[in-house]
């Protein structure tokens, strides 16, 4: 039988190879790598496929598909959100993703994604807070200590320099699980009984909570002047986390338009509420932060140009890595026209 050609076989990497490339390279090192592929892939905005990502939602969570192309090199993710998957042992979001050449279609990288998407997105809110947050920040509230908690903290270090983390979580194991997994990651560390003794002196407020509703993580009397608000986890139709009127007092800034309005904080606002673009403060074409006082609102809600930027980065490290398998996944007859044939001649010897 054939064996597979090179092009045929497709990189793929593993939950077990993602977590070796993370310590070859450096977490901090890795967030900060990210963020600059996101910031050039922004620059680059309008050669991008954009779409609203593609949801299925269901009572008990949603899954999505995030496609986009840059013309050269077309990706997508597949990702879910279950909040009660935890009471089950299981992750609220997992994911993998694909990249493809758009020349022929083939595609050129599998990879997992649940840790990429925890790292691109600590990436993306720390990039997003460099352009938005006072200058000088240097501590910061992490309302929610789930999944995605010390990535955030972590990559707010690297790429922004804050020291401190105020951490709060409604279940008092994540803030111990959060603490431990911090303790040795340079950041001063405070755990916080509550939400407002975490915003308390912080002038960064990260919420990073997971609920299938309209919550309430933020109330209006919690936000101060002059801060800057990183808010991922309302990133569904009827998920939000922030109170209206700290909305109504903020300069709000998105990553794509159409899908935070269905998605983000600013579904609890009229459909034409200003907003601003992160690609044009990025760009220089948009001021972000305009003064001191001013509160600055980051309505993250997560865009396929970043799991593309993502997996980007990680194919590129591919060759000097070497942390993948090679998947045989497509099919690849001799002649492409005789796909039978192929499967024809596979047929096992039947014994005299
Ligand atoms: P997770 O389930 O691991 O953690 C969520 C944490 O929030 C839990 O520890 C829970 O106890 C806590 N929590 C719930 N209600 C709270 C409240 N009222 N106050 C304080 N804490 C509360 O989830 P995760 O993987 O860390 O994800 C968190 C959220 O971020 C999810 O909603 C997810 O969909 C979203 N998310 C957004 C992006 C993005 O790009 N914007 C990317 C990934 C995940």
């Known amino acids: 039988m054939k064996t597979p050609s090179a092009l045929a076989m497709v990189p793929f990497v593993s939950v077990d190879h993602m977590m070796k490339l993370v310590h070859s390279i450096g977490l901090e090192r890795v967030l900060s790598d990210l963020a600059t592929y996101i910031e050039q892939d922004f620059l680059r905005w309008d050669l991008f496929d954009k779409t609203p990502r593609v949801a299925s939602h269901s009572a008990e969570g949603v899954i999505e598909l995030m496609p986009t192309s840059d013309g050269e090199v077309y990706g997508f993710k597949y990702v879910n959100g279950h909040p009660k998957n935890t009471r089950d042992g299981l992750q609220t979001v997992t994911a993998f993703g694909l990249l493809a050449n758009v020349s022929n279609g083939y595609p050129v990288l599998l990879s997992e994604m649940t840790i990429l998407t925890a790292l691109r997105t600590a990436a993306m809110s720390a990039l997003a807070a460099k352009h938005l947050a006072p200058k000088g920040a240097t501590t910061m509230a992490m309302i929610g200590n789930g999944a995605q908690c010390e990535f955030q903290a972590t990559a707010f270090k690297a790429v922004c320099g804050i020291d401190t983390v105020r951490l709060f979580d409604v279940d008092a194991a994540a803030t111990k699980k959060a603490a431990r997994n911090l303790a ?145 996944m497509l099919a690849d007859p001799d002649d492409p026209r005789d796909l039978f044939g192929m499967v024809r001649r596979a047929a096992p010897a039947v014994a005299a």
């Open 184 to 328: 040795d990651s340079g950041l001063k560390v405070i755990s916080c009984t509550s939400p407002e003794e975490a915003v308390a002196g912080a002038t960064i407020i990260t919420t990073c909570t997971a609920d299938k509703q309209y919550a309430t993580i933020l109330t209006d009397n919690m936000v101060g002047s002059g801060v800057h608000i990183n808010a991922i986890g309302g990133d569904c139709p009827g998920k939000t986390e922030l109170h209206k009127d700290i909305l109504l007092r903020s300069e709000i800034f998105v990553e794509y338009p159409p899908q935070t309005r269905i998605e983000g904080e600013i579904q609890q606002l009229a459909p034409d509420h200003p907003v601003t673009e992160l690609w044009q403060v990025f760009s220089g074409q948009t001021k972000g932060r305009k003064s001191d006082r001013q509160i600055t609102l980051f309505d993250s809600v997560g865009f396929a140009v970043e799991d593309f930027s993502a997996l980007r980065y990680v194919r590129d490290q591919l060759t000097h890595s070497g942390l993948f398998l090679e998947l045989d």
